[in-house]
C-alpha cells in the first residue's frame, strides 16, 4: 500500500510569489493534515481537511490556504510568499477526522525556500 | 493552541544503553498520544501510541509511559541502536482536535 506522497519534494520562491503543494493520503484515507515545521518552532498545525471540508485551522494568516478534493487528495496554497514561510511543510493522512484515536501517517515533506 | 518550545533539548547515549525521552504535554483533556521519530530529510514516522486509559505500553524494545496526573510521557528505548538515532516527538490528542505536537527531543547515539 503506497504511503502518503508529496510533491514537490523541493521548491525555491521568490518574496511576493505564491505557491501549491500538493499531498495525495494514503489510499482510504479521508483526512488530510498540514504542517509547517521550522528549527524555532516546531510542528505547527496548519489545518485539516475531511471529505474536503476544512474540518479544523491553526493560527496561521489567511495568507495560507487549501482544499481537499473527492480522491481525498489534498493542495495547500500560501500567497505573497514571506521569507519566514521557509520551511518543511507536511501532510499526514488518517483513517478518521482529527486522527481520532488512530495514528497520522506523514510524507516525506515539501521543502520551501522563499529568497 | 497550545504552544510548543523554541529549544530542542538533546539527549546522548551509549550505543547499547537504554534511552528515556520525556514529554511534559499542555492539555489535560488530552485522551491520545502518539511518539514519532523523524530522521533527517524525512517526515515524521510512528513509534507506538497510548490512550488515555492506560499508563503503559510496550512495543518492539520501547516502552510508552504515561502519568495523567503530571501530564508527562515518556519513551523508553532499550538497548539503543545508531539507527535509533533522530529526532523523537510526542504528540497529544484531543478526542479529534488536531495534534499538538512537542518540541522534539534529539537523541544521538554514541558508538
Known amino acids: 500500500k503506497a504511503g502518503v506522497t508529496q510533491t514537490p519534494r523541493y521548491l525555491i520562491k521568490t518574496r511576493g510569489q505564491q505557491v501549491t503543494l500538493s499531498c495525495s493520503p494514503i489510499?482510504?484515507?479521508?483526512?488530510v493534515s498540514w504542517y509547517q515545521q521550522t528549527p524555532g518552532q516546531g510542528l505547527q498545525f496548519l489545518f485539516e481537511?475531511?471529505?474536503?471540508?476544512?474540518?479544523n485551522k491553526g493560527n496561521f494568516p489567511g495568507r495560507f490556504s487549501g482544499r481537499q478534493f473527492s480522491n481525498s487528495r489534498s493542495e495547500m496554497n500560501v500567497s505573497t510568499l514571506e521569507l519566514g514561510d521557509s520551511a518543511l511543510y507536511l501532510c499526514?493522512?488518517?483513517?478518521?477526522?482529527?486522527?481520532?484515536?488512530?495514528?497520522?501517517?506523514f510524507g516525506q515533506g515539501t521543502r520551501l525556500t522563499v529568497v | 493552541g497550545e504552544s510548543v518550545g523554541l529549544h530542542l533539548p538533546t539527549l546522548s547515549v551509549q550505543e547499547g544503553d537504554n534511552s528515556i525521552i520525556n514529554c511534559a504535554y499542555s492539555?489535560?483533556?488530552?485522551?491520545?498520544f502518539i511518539w514519532y521519530k523523524q530522521e533527517s530529510g524525512k517526515g515524521p514516522q510512528f513509534i507506538i501510541d497510548i490512550r488515555s486509559n492506560m499508563d503503559k505500553r510496550q512495543g518492539q524494545r520501547v516502552t510508552v509511559l504515561l502519568n495523567k496526573t503530571v501530564k508527562h510521557l515518556s519513551l523508553q528505548i532499550a538497548a539503543t541502536q545508531p539507527g535509533d538515532s533522530a529526532v523523537y516527538f510526542c504528540a497529544e490528542n484531543n478526542y479529534g482536535q488536531n495534534f499538538v505536537f512537542g518540541p522534539g527531543t534529539r537523541l544521538s547515539v554514541l558508538p
Open positions: 489510499s482510504g484515507h479521508r483526512s
Open positions: 492539555n489535560s483533556a488530552s485522551d491520545y
Open positions: 481537511y475531511f471529505s474536503e471540508t476544512q474540518r
Open positions: 499526514a493522512s488518517s483513517l478518521m477526522a482529527g486522527g481520532m484515536n488512530t495514528e497520522a501517517f
